[in-house]
């Protein structure tokens, strides 16, 4: 399992689709964002303009878990990605501890080469609100169990991947 | 051409002065930053205050490309910084891919030994409001898209560079 | 003097604590946080609850240099962290650049192995607030300035370290 992992516009998804790639098709993309509003949504085309065929999509905004599950061994696999599961997984008032657990123990048996990507949002100045504050120690502890199982860990600055483990 | 990228107080625009002055003088500052206010006109004398003579300073901070295209073959150059540029861009409400698309060409075809400076934004939480995350993108994009063309990429942490390229 | 840097959530304190570990005991324990309101107070209980016995814990909110300076010779110390002395510094109204340097002068002679933890806060979008700016600047000078003082220099990301000096 390889974890990508970098800030907005670092090129993260599109170095993870570059190494998927690699790997002889069909992949699997498995999608966690949900098309809220107009930004989001063309986030979400923006990302899949880029994408030829070859791939299968799942949407799991928060049973990723449950998705990964259904994919089939040796398949490869794209998670884009952990930040905005996350979020869903806040907005929706679940437990994240328990929902964090859960994933650790899917992604820890990789039946194949998957790649997960993620932001790091802890670099900038203490945010004012509370939410983001909880928010922004709940994706570095995730981030932090996710590196830990993960065979490989990238961190990308401006479209360059750093090695980190 | 060498692009040092690193955060807030990281000591860029410093490490790269010193990358410039290893060549011999004189050297060409090109400042992007305008004196808005009295927080900025502070910034931009603590800048100047480090640097001494044998620095020609030309201001830019809207017409960058126009800027290095007067700079004579051979010449060592130092931009500061991208993100200050970018920040004049939108405030003009200039077209951002169009001015960007213009700088890439400039910058990938250095007549010297050019070094440019810029910011990493993207390390935060999402910022609140929507012309942030706009600006967010727009310099993520424009960092990517200057590191892919750079021979040599520094990412500052401390003051300590880390080569990434 | 081995510096610690890193963003929220990325497991600095955890991996200085473990670098100080490795040295015989006792260790000392430099604690800078104060438990200003119930968040703080959490924050602090989880951080107590992962070290064991054999520290000995000193609070040093603001006199850091005096706290390292009553540390006996050849003893493991671990300061945790920065930051947050640097905000109290703040809060307190305190000339921050004499502080600064007074810490500097006492950091850069450890008479022991001694591990400075400090958070890594100027890689997001630019602050709202002017007092953030300040705060941000002033972080960013503390970090370069414990970075040119420091035997070794690791950034952590997602409970990695990169060495970076």
């Not at 498995?30 to 107009?38: R, S």
């Not at 994933?103 to 820890?108: D, G, N, R």
């Not at 590196?147 to 090695?163: E, I, K, N, S, Y």
Request: with cysteine.
């Amino acid at each position: 399992m390889t974890f990508v992992l970098g800030g907005a516009r670092s090129g993260k998804s599109r170095h993870a689709e570059k190494l998927v790639s690699a790997f002889p098709a069909p992949w699997t993309y498995i999608a966690t964002a949900e098309a809220f509003d107009d930004e989001m949504r063309e986030r979400i085309e923006h990302h899949r303009a880029r994408r030829d065929s070859g791939w299968l999509t799942l949407e799991a905004p928060l049973d990723l878990a449950d998705a990964l599950a259904r994919v089939a061994d040796g398949q490869p696999v794209l998670v884009d990605c952990l930040t905005l599961w996350l979020t869903n997984v806040m907005l929706a008032e679940l437990d994240v501890e328990a929902e964090t657990r859960r994933l650790a123990e899917t992604i820890s048996r990789p039946r194949g080469p998957w790649f997960v990507v993620s932001n790091e949002v802890g670099l900038g100045i203490v945010p004012d609100n509370a939410l983001a504050r909880r928010f922004r120690d709940a994706a570095g502890r995730l981030n932090q169990m996710v590196a830990a199982r993960a065979d490989h860990v990238l961190f990308m600055v401006a479209g360059l991947p750093m090695t980190i483990k």
